[in-house]
């Protein structure tokens, strides 16, 4: 019993620095995955069989689309959507410097050049005029990135895409169960890239899942993520015989995971709803605040709500102000654009200058109680830069 709370101590300071702050993140992992787990575990087969296909059954309704690849990670849906767009050695991709860095490293791995377009500092997602300004003969593909689980102008961006021969790939690591006019994020444009990383809206402790447009791709995609094998052919000598006809990643998911993420999908309605009835409350708080501004979000739209950031003058200020309230805030992403490794794609972005400048997030997530949601309210009202 001692063990245990003071191990829950030390988790609870790696994600909330300390004490009894209230945390950014969380991971939510109910205690009824234990019995199916277990079942898993000792079943004999843990690799990538038939739960890995039950789960992508089930994430089909979840993002209207059947064409649903289960993968060990959001890092490896984004390469592998970028390898089904052809992307290759000298293409150019448009991406957002606003984002986790797993975003663009794929790029960068399939030897292909990052072009920048700036963003909206109102809501830290990619702007489509700006993207199509940016468009040459080399341009692939756009990747956008739902900031927050936000969703971006996709009607925009694909009209760009369809105009050019280009394909639209989403990273929707933060856009589980987010809507886009009212449909669910993962239908939209050729590729949506999900993650079930340790403190998304549902985890796998990691994982990561793929939807494609076109069958062909879901088809490709599924031989690849496997090392260009196909696992279903019945060859005589296991698979021995089988021919590969161009080379693969290891990006399955196993049933581990997969019993997992089934056993998540029975809560992940409950905990996005919670997390949006968190975030319509601060919008509703923090309307008239004369150091803090709410994003603009468009309410035909409906946010996931993963982060919910607001814009505060002297975020650092703010930051360590949230700190001696025991409550943890933070810019949660670094632009990508000044990294060392990106240095040969600079080039002027004020839209992320003006965000980066202000964007801070705070906790918004299932775990808050009605007092903890009081107490962030407070906190914020009361800040003075
Ligand atoms: C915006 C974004 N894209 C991609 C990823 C990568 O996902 P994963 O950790 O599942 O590889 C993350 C991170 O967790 C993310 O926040």
Redesign the pocket.
Known sequence: MMKTQSKEKSVNSLLSGGGTAIPLFKVFMPKSVLEPLNEVLMSGYIGEGPKVKEFEQQLGPWFGNENVLGLN??????QLALRLANVGVGDEVISTAM??T??NEPIMAMGAKIVWADIDPWTGNIDPADVEKKITPKTRAIMC???GGYPCELAALNAIAKKHGIKVIE?A??AFSGEYHGTRIGSHSDFS????????HMTTV???ALTCRCKDDLERGRLLRWYGIDRTSNRKDFRCEADILEYGYKFHMNDVAATMGLEQLKYVGETVAKHRANAAAYDKAFANLESIQTLRHDRQHNGAY?LYTLRAKDPHAFMAYMKEKQIVASA??ARNDTHTMFQDFRTKLPGVDEFVSEQVSIPVGWWLTEQDRNRIIEAVSGYRA
């Open positions: 990670s959001g890092t490896s849906a984004l984002t986790c797993a975003t990135v739902h900031w990273d690591a933060h890239c999900f993650s079930f990383q340790a403190i998304k990691d994982g990561g993963w949660v992403h």
